[in-house]
């Protein structure tokens, strides 16, 4: 277990023995809790499991069925005379017709789009704003203030368990 934790404390450690026995507490906790955890896990992949192999023919079974059904209205689809869906007593089955764009090269289509309509092309381009930190720290104070964003400093306890 790597990494500092950042913590707030309520004033219970009073001198530096006490807080090397509180890291050690830390350390007592932390392996209790992966111990937990861990056969916590081997629980769920063992349900996991079992609910695969209970699932899977049942799985198999819709796949099969769902492509039988298919086959079956699409034989015989002068049966829906004209209509998207047949209601049958168990369920409907239907044919939906939907319209989606494929894009195969976005750049040239973005490309193409700038040079078909020229200043109106941004109907069809969505371009996304956001602040860049990283530039914005590199302004004064001053320019901070005159864009409205302020710089703060702020200063963050933490502490890392040394577990050999």
């Known amino acids: 277990m790597a ?8 004033g219970l450690i009073q001198n530096w023995d006490e807080a090397d026995a509180a890291l050690r507490r830390l350390a ?21 499991e079992k609910y695969q192999q209970e699932v899977s023919p049942l799985l198999e079974e ?9 086959r079956f209205c699409e034989e015989r689809r002068a049966d829906f005379e004209g209509a998207q869906s047949l209601k049958l ?17 976005t750049e040239s289509t973005l490309a193409a789009i700038r040079k078909l309509y020229g200043p109106k092309a941004t109907q069809f381009i969505r371009v996304k704003e956001e602040l860049n930190r990283e530039a914005l720290e590199g302004m004064t104070d001053e320019e901070l203030q005159t864009v409205g964003c302020s710089r703060k400093t702020k200063e963050t306890f933490g502490y890392e ?4």
């Open 89 to 105: 007593h168990f369920g409907t089955v239907s044919f939906r017709r939907g319209r989606g764009i494929t894009l195969h090269n």
């Open 28 to 48: 007592e906790i932390e392996r209790q809790r992966q111990g937990k955890e861990n056969a916590m896990n081997g629980w769920i992949n063992e349900v996991k």
């Open 62 to 70: 819709t796949k099969q069925l769902e492509g039988e059904l298919r």
């Open 161 to 164: 368990i040394d577990w050999e």
């Open 3 to 10: 990494g500092r934790k950042r913590v707030t404390g309520k």
